[in-house]
Structures are given as structure tokens and as C-alpha cells.
């Protein structure tokens, strides 16, 4: 564990001191690691963002981002997840100063849990270098003709429609369109869901609504909640909702082992490879698949696993990886054909991407980070070969452990 040893003051106020709202003392207390990492429950929940310690269990219920991702990272550094979701850290800043309660002891390292301090202090560099190359600057042009792509073609399926009537060749070509309408919509809302696309957030949160929720009809309340918990902890049991299967699969090589064992059989999970397949009507189908052979190919596929504090670099790339470039595989997957630099940075526009992707790839090099590349092919085959491995694990400890 990254620290341990005995608290170097009490972590009672020291004399003199305000207790500010939800518990803030002023920060004058000091702490070690092992005394921040008991306080990670539900009802008492610290986190460390630059070596400050911040008492969050009140507040997280009003966090703008939902109690659920703030949660994940409570007894433990938070540092590199709140530079990562935050458009404007600084300004964020201002709100935790009723929060702090002190700081980590002098003696104390900066990262928890034994994480690698040099493999950590490189890609901060590297995110100081992004910022200052401006990547993480959106061109509004790009987003401007993006969104007019997306109206244009549901004006033609529905002008096609209100024309010509409702033949089955229309039909199928209408749905066609839609479901590529319907798509892109899509990866548009994801980029303003993400507030990489305009300066100021409030621009960010108005367009993504008016995309998720009038071209889509979804909530954005409910895809923020679930998406940044996903960022946050990618393919963490338990604390990712987008592995959270319902019974319906069991992923990864863990889960189904546990199911296994515990004799769990909510479906034939040995035949999940098969029934994954199965959807619904014609342009639900094409953008349900669309949709879920995209996001899963980088994913699915990948470790799985329950909790191990692992800094922010190795957590994503365990669980990412990237689809070779091409003009289709960008506009076909929304470019989250870079799925790892757009976990690295989810602030970014995705239209540069693929510029600092070589940067990506030097620095998991330098740290021995495996950064996977696959082809669209290889990406799609791989979710059903994972679901099968896991179906065939889950048989095993079934029938035999």
C-alpha cells in the first residue's frame, strides 16, 4: 500500500480551528495513506486531490456528476480522474475549500496504493504538453458539419417518406438512413456529454441535451450519471454500470467463475457467444448493433476485474483499446476507434486524437503499458470470442468446482 504507518497529528481539529460546512476544519491536520484509505464507506468518505484530503461524504450527494463517481474513488487519490473529467480544474477547485479537512504528511508519498510515481509524473507532462499544443481545443467547424450531416439525413428519410410513401424499398432504405442518423447522433451527444466541443460548459450541457434527448430521445441526466462512472472505473466490477450484465451475461474471466462456483444460472451462459445477437425491430436492430459492436470492441474484450487502485494510465489501458485508423473507421465508430486516448483524455475533441496518439504510444513504451491495436475485423470478432471464453469458463465451475 502506498503509505501506512501511523497518522503524524491527530486527526481531531487542532486548537483554534473552524469546523467548515460538511465537516471542513481548514485544512490544518495532516495525514497518512492508511488513514485515508479507512474512510471509504458510504457513510464516511475522504478522497486526496494534490495531496490535499477532502472530507466528501455530504457533499457527494450533490455532485454534479452524480454521487456514484465521485464515490468510487473515496479513501483513495483522486487526483488524476478530477484533472481528467474537469474542463476548468481551477475553478472546481473553489468548491472543495469548505470540503478540506488537511493534507497528506510530508513523509507521505503523492500516490497511493504503490502505484508508479515516474510512469505517473510522465503522463502528467504529457497532459501539460496537450494542454499547451491546445488537443484539447475543439474546432467548431468539424461539429458544425457533423451535426448538419445528422439533420440532413432525417430531413431526406422523412421527406422520402412523406413523398413516395411507405413501399418496402423505402422503407428499408429510410431505415437505413435513420439508424445512421440515429448513430452519429450518437457519438455527437457523446462529445457534448464529454463538454469537449464548446469553451464553456453550460454550451456543452444544452447541446448534448438537445442531441441525446430531442434526435435521440434519451436522457442526459441518466447517460452523464452512467458514462463517467464508466470513464472513471473502466471495467472495474461493480463500479462500471456498462459491465454491469444484469444476469444476462457474465463477463471477463473472474465473473464467470464466480458465477460458477456460487451455482448462479439466470441464462445458458455457455450459449451468451450466441444470444447476443438477438435484437429488435429493423432500425433499432442496425443502430442497437451499430452501437454496441462499436462500444464494445474496445472493451468487452479486455481484463475485467474487481478493484486494484491502479493509477490512471495502467486502469485505462487494461481496459481499452484502439481500432486502426481509416477514413470509414473514424466516421463508422465516432473516431472512438481511439478509444484509449479518448480514456486517457476524455475532455478532448476527438478530432485530435489521432495526433496525440503516437505521444500515447511512446510513453507505454517507455513504462512496458501494453497499447493494443486491432483491425475493425479482429475488434468484432474478439467480443464474440470473449463471450464464448467466459461462457466456457462459467460451464467449468459449474459443473466441476
Known sequence: ??????????????KGDGVGPDGGRGGSAVYTWEEVQKHCHRSDQWLVIDRKVYNITQWAKRHPGGIRVISHFAGEDATEAFVAF????????????????????PTEP??????????????????????????LRARPLFFSL???HILLLEALALGLLWVWGTSWSLTLLCSLMLATS????????????????????VWNHKLHKFVIGHLKGASANWWNHRHFQHHAKPNIFRKDPDINSLHVFVLGDKQPVEYGIKKLKYMPYHHQHQYFFLSKL???FLESHWFVWVTQMSHLPMEMDHERQQDWLTMQLSATCNI???TFNDWFSGHLNFQIEHHLFPTMPRH?????????????????????????????TDVVRSLKKSGDLWLDAYLHK
Open 352 to 380: 485530435n486524437y489521432h495526433l496525440v496518439a503516437p505521444l500515447v504510444r511512446a510513453l507505454c513504451e517507455k513504462h512496458g503499458v501494453p497499447y493494443q491495436v486491432k483491425t475493425l475485423q479482429k475488434g468484432m
Open 324 to 326: 486502426e485508423q481509416s
Open 146 to 148: 457533423y451535426l448538419g
Open 282 to 284: 429493423l432500425n433499432t
Open 110 to 135: 503523492s500516490q497511493d496504493h504503490g502505484k508508479n510515481a515516474a510512469l505517473v509524473q510522465d503522463f502528467q507532462a504529457l497532459r501539460d504538453r496537450v494542454e499547451k499544443e491546445g488537443l
Open 182 to 201: 440515429q448513430a452519429q447522433a450518437g457519438w455527437l451527444q457523446h462529445d457534448y456529454g464529454h463538454l469537449s466541443v464548446c469553451k464553456k460548459s
Open 1 to 14: 500500500m502506498g503509505g501506512g504507518g501511523q497518522q503524524t497529528e491527530s486527526s481531531e481539529p487542532a
Open 86 to 105: 474537469h474542463l476548468d480544474p481551477n475553478f472546481v477547485r473553489k468548491f472543495l475549500k469548505p470540503l478540506l479537512i488537511g493534507e497528506l504528511a
